[in-house]
């Protein structure tokens, strides 16, 4: 390391990890680079919100370079990462190259389809705003293609809704959905009732929302059933094709298949040459960085470790947010000549919303369900907008939204076809 300038990080990702790394570095002397593909940092766990009409892209996104304005040691590059060459300390860029002196590698997961990647066509999964865009577009245009539909089958597939997989976004989406037809599209249309519509939540083991406890998840399937969703649990998919979900022999005839069941680490950690686990992330060291590479720290839902039990951690925000701050702390001991300390998560807990004033909580030394658990979740994400100055405002359009049924202009989607060109 070249002595006589201040040492080079780079960070890429801009999610909950690298963000929070990039603002714990403020006041180490280092030069923070940070690169993501998206101009926006994005606050994941409101994006079915987005997907079901409940709330706009900017209430839950926010420009990175905005958020670092008044950081002076913070850059901020809107590029591509390509691959790392440890060898060389660089990262290959789409177009360029950047060297470093340390990296933090938070370039988060992707959608998984187990193999079967010609499934994600006809079921799309949920990571970016455009995906909860398009996957707005599909809920809406399958009520508004049912409404002029004659055929009663044709009509009833059109109204029938398939999430593939029960985990908190396939929940908490499904319970959406049911909401939306059941209360907010209820009286806009003529020909169709949308309330007659089909929710089905399949999942493949023998319960919903597997990471929370069994009662909670009980109480989750109650409460989605009382919204009207099927939850259909024991019903792994061994088939997905457009318009048409197969479980075994068992067949499902859906307009609308949203894929909820798998994520896999960002490809990005293939380059480091360093061992993985069977979704792609990262065996990291107790102190976050790469075997062998004290100067590269893997953290977030690209890094794979276990707590003191041997669980290994969930990949959810809070495990992002705390190793971002973690690398964060032994970039500025390693430069101080210190030694680096382990992680040690402090769990906080999981919750997962299911509808108006209903949620699941599980919280250390307390487990909630109904509208407690839906008070703790609305105020845990009034918290954690982070950079959002405009949170309270956000949570208020969308607690308006779930008391009055109002989508308003969020209700406003593409045509159903190919535009026709301008011929003025
Ligand atoms: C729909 C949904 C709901 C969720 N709900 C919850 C919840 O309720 N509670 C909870 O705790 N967690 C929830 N999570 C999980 C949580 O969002 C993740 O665990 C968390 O975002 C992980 O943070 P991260 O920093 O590792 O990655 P991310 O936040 O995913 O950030 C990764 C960043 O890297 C960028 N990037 C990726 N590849 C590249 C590349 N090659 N080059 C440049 N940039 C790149 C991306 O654009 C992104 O900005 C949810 C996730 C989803 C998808």
Same mark, same amino acid.
């Given at each position: 390391?070249?002595?006589?300038?201040?040492?080079?990080?780079?960070?890429?990702?801009?999610?909950?990890?690298?963000?929070?790394?990039?603002?714990?570095?403020?006041?180490?002397?280092?030069?923070?680079?940070?690169?993501?593909?998206?101009?926006?940092?994005?606050?994941?766990?409101?994006?079915?919100?987005?997907?079901?009409?409940?709330?706009?892209?900017?209430?839950?996104?926010?420009?990175?370079?905005?958020?670092?304005?008044?950081?002076?040691?913070?850059?901020?590059?809107?590029?591509?990462?390509?691959?790392?060459?440890?060898?060389?300390?660089?990262?290959?860029?789409?177009?360029?190259?950047?060297?470093?002196?340390?990296?933090?590698?938070?370039?988060?997961?992707?959608?998984?389809?187990?193999?079967?990647?010609?499934?994600?066509?006809?079921?799309?999964?949920?990571?970016?705003?455009?995906?909860?865009?398009?996957?707005?577009?599909?809920?809406?245009?399958?009520?508004?293609?049912?409404?002029?539909?004659?055929?009663?089958?044709?009509?009833?597939?059109?109204?029938?809704?398939?999430?593939?997989?029960?985990?908190?976004?396939?929940?908490?989406?499904?319970?959406?959905?049911?909401?939306?037809?059941?209360?907010?599209?209820?009286?806009?249309?003529?020909?169709?009732?949308?309330?007659?519509?089909?929710?089905?939540?399949?999942?493949?083991?023998?319960?919903?929302?597997?990471?929370?406890?069994?009662?909670?998840?009980?109480?989750?399937?109650?409460?989605?059933? *009382?919204?009207?969703?099927? !939850?259909?649990?024991?019903?792994?998919?061994? +088939?997905?094709? &457009? @318009? /048409?979900?197969? %479980? #075994?022999?068992?067949?499902?005839?859906?307009?609308?298949?949203?894929?909820?069941?798998?994520?896999?680490?960002?490809?990005?950690?293939?380059?480091?040459?360093?061992?993985?686990?069977?979704?792609?992330?990262?065996?990291?060291?107790?102190?976050?960085?790469?075997?062998?590479?004290?100067?590269?720290?893997?953290?977030?839902?690209?890094?794979?470790?276990?707590?003191?039990?041997?669980?290994?951690?969930?990949?959810?925000?809070?495990?992002?947010?705390?190793?971002?701050?973690?690398?964060?702390?032994?970039?500025?001991?390693?430069?101080?000549?210190?030694?680096?300390?382990?992680?040690?998560?402090?769990? *906080?807990?999981?919750?997962? !919303?299911?509808?108006?004033?209903?949620?699941? +909580?599980?919280? &250390? @030394? /307390?487990?909630? %369900? #109904?509208?407690?658990?839906?008070?703790?979740?609305?105020?845990?994400?009034?918290?954690?907008?982070?950079?959002?100055?405009?949170?309270?405002?956000?949570?208020?359009?969308?607690?308006?939204?779930?008391?009055?049924?109002?989508?308003?202009?969020?209700?406003?989607?593409?045509?159903?076809?190919?535009?026709?060109?301008?011929?003025?």
């Amino acid at each position: 390391m070249d002595r006589s300038r201040k040492p080079q990080v780079v960070i890429l990702g801009a999610g909950f990890g690298g963000l929070t790394a990039a603002r714990a570095l403020a006041a180490t002397p280092v030069r923070v680079t940070v690169v993501d593909r998206r101009n926006h940092h994005l606050f994941q766990p409101l994006l079915y919100q987005v997907a079901t009409a409940a709330l706009s892209p900017g209430d839950i996104a926010y420009p990175i370079r905005s958020i670092l304005r008044r950081q002076r040691n913070a850059t901020v590059l809107l590029a591509d990462a390509v691959s790392v060459d440890p060898a060389a300390r660089e990262v290959a860029l789409s177009d360029g190259r950047l060297g470093y002196d340390f990296l933090v590698l938070a370039t988060g997961s992707r959608d998984a389809y187990f193999g079967h990647d010609d499934w994600e066509k006809a079921a799309p999964g949920l990571k970016t705003l455009d995906d909860a865009l398009e996957i707005r577009r599909r809920i809406l245009l399958a009520f508004e293609k049912a409404e002029r539909e004659a055929n009663p089958e044709r009509r009833k597939a059109l109204l029938t809704f398939a999430l593939v997989g029960g985990g908190p976004t396939g929940a908490e989406l499904a319970g959406a959905i049911a909401e939306i037809s059941r209360h907010v599209l209820a009286s806009d249309f003529r020909a169709i009732d949308p309330r007659e519509a089909r929710i089905v939540l399949l999942e493949a083991s023998d319960r919903i929302l597997p990471a929370f406890p069994p009662e909670l998840s009980a109480k989750a399937s109650t409460a989605l059933a *009382r919204l009207g969703v099927e !939850v259909r649990t024991g019903t792994p998919v061994t +088939a997905i094709r &457009p @318009g /048409l979900v197969e %479980a #075994g022999r068992e067949r499902l005839e859906a307009e609308t298949i949203l894929w909820t069941a798998g994520v896999a680490a960002s490809p990005l950690a293939r380059s480091l040459g360093a061992p993985l686990d069977r979704a792609g992330r990262v065996l990291v060291e107790p102190d976050l960085t790469v075997p062998g590479r004290p100067e590269i720290f893997v953290i977030g839902d690209l890094a794979f470790l276990a707590d003191r039990t041997g669980k290994p951690l969930p990949g959810v925000a809070q495990v992002a947010i705390q190793q971002g701050r973690h690398a964060a702390r032994n970039i500025d001991r390693a430069l101080r000549g210190a030694t680096r300390l382990p992680f040690r998560y402090r769990d *906080r807990g999981n919750l997962a !919303v299911l509808g108006r004033a209903a949620a699941v +909580a599980d919280l &250390p @030394g /307390l487990r909630l %369900a #109904g509208f407690p658990a839906w008070l703790v979740w609305c105020f845990v994400h009034i918290l954690y907008l982070i950079g959002f100055r405009n949170r309270f405002l956000v949570m208020f359009e969308w607690a308006w939204a779930y008391l009055t049924w109002q989508r308003g202009a969020r209700l406003i989607t593409e045509s159903a076809g190919k535009p026709e060109p301008d011929k003025r």
